[in-house]
């Protein structure tokens, strides 16, 4: 082979090496740009189908927080005898049968939300089981007043819970 075929060899091939390497290329572009796409109206999809159920666990969590509220959680139960650790029991057992209703609301929502929700329940309990040491409480009625009271000076623990079950549903937006 002389050195002109050779040249004229590599002259029609290099064009048609550029010419490959541009098209794989562009349909490597044009494919990825296809998956994102496909992606975003997956995920788009996805988001219109789970947004409702989210936003109904959030409204769902509120209102446990709201029932477990003293406030209105005494309100809601009424003593059935005057012994205040019968009492003690029954609301406890109220809010761990609102916590087992909505136990499965936690799928929708933070980790860091579902945490503050148990953290809210966990301390209601406690606030209860404190007030029923209280030497003032002798009774059902007594456990009952001691508990209003307690609520009129400070917060509820359900309150922080609320608000950062909303601030998280403002994030959603």
Known sequence: ????????LFLFTLPALITGLIAYYFFKT???NEDGRRR???????????MPLRLQAYERLTLFLER???????????PTS????????????SIQQEME??????????????????TAKAATVQLIRKA?????TDSADKLREVLLTEMMERHSPSDAAISILKEEVRELW
């Open 1 to 8: 082979m002389d050195s002109s075929r050779i040249i004229d």
């Open 101 to 118: 209703h909505n136990l499965t609301q936690q799928i929708y929502v933070s980790e860091k939300c579902w945490s503050v929700i148990s």
């Open 30 to 32: 044009h494919t990825e």
């Open 40 to 50: 975003f109206l997956l995920k788009k999809d996805l988001q219109t189908t789970s």
């Open 132 to 136: 029923n040491l209280s030497e003032k």
């Open 82 to 93: 005057s012994d205040k650790d019968d009492y003690e029991a029954l609301l406890i057992q």
């Open 68 to 78: 477990i509220s003293p406030n209105k959680l005494l309100l809601r139960v009424k």
